[in-house]
């Protein structure tokens, strides 16, 4: 790696960033054709990396070589219940030119997360793109690991399966809405056991639940039903999406599924896969996108078995608080 200085990312660096995000972009597309979208344009990408700038939360760096931008990471300070304080990378939150090492991501992680850590931020979350492995390559170096898989389906390539279950399947409609509501625990219940071990706060059980039941009352969601014996099992929920740097142009999103415990392994999620890709394919659209948690055992390996190709990881590092206090610069350690 050539030697470089690293400075705050601001407005200025702009359009370098554009050009950056956008020769990044052109890769993924080599490996994912179908990431050469309508949003892969200057005006498109300059104006997703201004609103991410101009957000009062958002720490970045740049690196410069020779006084030109050579690569970039920004990281936005979040608050919620689920995940506490913490950094959030963004899709396009980060790029690098394309004759750069991963030891430049590696180091321009490291000059900035001196400063999310500044903020009282110890988890950081990042969305890498996987057609270039070098950032998977840099994240991974860094101690990060993957959480999330995001995934797409060329609807044109699917292959349906055979040998599935006899359910009935139903388009769902506002009559629904307590049978959703049943079924809302069943992905949250599987990813809180063993290996996932994703805690159920409460409130959040709460907040599912009643989405769940409000599903039906929607418009724009293609809500499918399993039932068998007239009890529900299982269900897939398809929402109309807007294009973006990660999604192919004319795309649906898979964005829930779930298939009850105790029948898990008979064919239902197949089937209803069969019948979401024929509904799918009969409103027009190219593909499907979806995205799971790779801890969870059932999930991880039936949308690959599915089609779905992983086009980004979510990866997180989780950095021990301790380092607040527990550090060199502690007056304390001087009179040891």
């Known amino acids: 790696m050539k030697r470089c200085e690293f400075q705050p990312i601001s407005i200025d660096d702009l359009p370098a960033m554009a050009d950056l ?3 990044r972009q052109n890769a993924e597309a080599e490996v994912f054709p179908f990431l050469k979208n309508s949003c892969l344009n200057k005006e498109y990408t300059t104006d997703l990396l201004r609103n991410l700038l101009n957000h009062k939360k958002v720490i970045g760096v740049g690196a410069f070589t020779n006084h030109e931008l050579v690569g970039y990471l920004i990281g936005e300070i979040k608050i919620d219940t689920l995940r506490g304080r913490h950094i959030w990378v963004p899709y396009e939150g980060i790029a690098i030119r394309m004759d750069q090492s991963s030891e430049l991501i590696r180091n321009l992680y490291a000059k900035v997360s001196v400063k999310w850590l500044e903020q009282g931020c110890f988890m950081h ?15 991974q170096r860094l101690s990060f ?14 292959k349906p399966f055979e040998h599935v279950s006899d359910i009935e399947i139903k388009i769902a409609d506002k009559m629904d809405s307590e049978m959703m ?7 949250q219940s599987y990813q809180n056991s063993t290996p996932t071990f994703e805690p159920a706060l409460p409130e959040v059980v709460s907040n599912i639940h009643s989405a769940y039941k409000s599903i039906v009352e929607e418009d724009d969601p293609t809500c499918l039903i399993a039932s068998k014996d007239m009890k529900e099992v299982g269900f897939q929920v398809y929402d109309q999406i807007n294009t973006d740097l990660m999604t192919p142009d004319n795309g649906v999103e898979l964005s829930i599924a779930g298939t009850s415990d105790s029948q898990m392994g008979k064919g239902v999620g197949k089937r209803l896969m069969n019948e979401g890709y024929r509904i799918m394919k009969e409103k027009g659209y190219n593909s499907i996108v979806t995205d799971w948690r790779i801890t969870n055992l059932a999930s991880s390996t039936f949308w690959p078995k599915c089609g779905f190709m992983p086009v980004a990881y979510r990866m997180v590092r989780s950095i021990d608080s301790h380092i607040a206090w527990a550090n060199f610069n502690n007056p304390s350690i001087k009179l040891l």
């Open 21 to 23: 995000l956008i020769q």
């Open 125 to 139: 979350y990042t969305i890498i793109p996987l057609g270039n492995q070098v950032y998977y390559d840099a994240y």
């Open 145 to 158: 690991f993957i959480q999330q898989v995001h995934g797409v389906l060329n609807i044109g390539d699917y």
């Open 181 to 187: 509501g049943k079924m809302s625990s069943i992905i």
